[in-house]
Nanobody, 117 residues
Framework: QVQLVESGGGLVQAGGSLRLACAASGSRINIYAMGWYRQAPGKQRELVAT???????DYADSVKGRFTISRDGDENTVNLQMNSLKPEDTAVYYC???????????WGQGTQVTVSS
């Protein structure tokens, strides 16, 4: 079992920045990938960014060039640096993790990000 706890959400003006963190605990060995999803009111949850094998990154087109996913050296925390935020980035952001060959099975409780215009 893996436990994920997000932090760092909040209210920011358009054009501003926020940094989200996801702390992993429990059975972290052999985690294949970690990622960030978001869900805005009335919309489906969407993938924002992934970090696979601790090295390979992927981003949704809507955040490319503005968001960066990274991990701390001890591999216990995955961060999402969000720059040039837009009102459409407003959502609850969720951290997720999965093992190789499995779907995203572990989720954090979510953290609210609100971008005002």
């Amino acid at each position: 079992q893996v436990q994920l706890v997000e932090s760092g959400g909040g209210l920011v003006q358009a054009g501003g920045s926020l940094r989200l963190a996801c702390a992993a605990s429990g059975s972290r060995i052999n985690i294949y990938a970690m990622g960030w999803y978001r869900q805005a009111p009335g919309k489906q949850r969407e993938l924002v960014a992934t970090l696979t094998n601790g090295r390979s990154t992927d981003y949704a087109d809507s955040v490319k060039g503005r968001f960066t996913i990274s991990r701390d050296g001890d591999e216990n925390t995955v961060n999402l640096q969000m720059n040039s935020l837009k009102p459409e980035d407003t959502a609850v952001y969720y951290c997720a993790a999965k093992y190789y060959g499995y779907d995203w099975a572990y989720w954090g409780q979510g953290t609210q990000v609100t971008v005002s215009s």
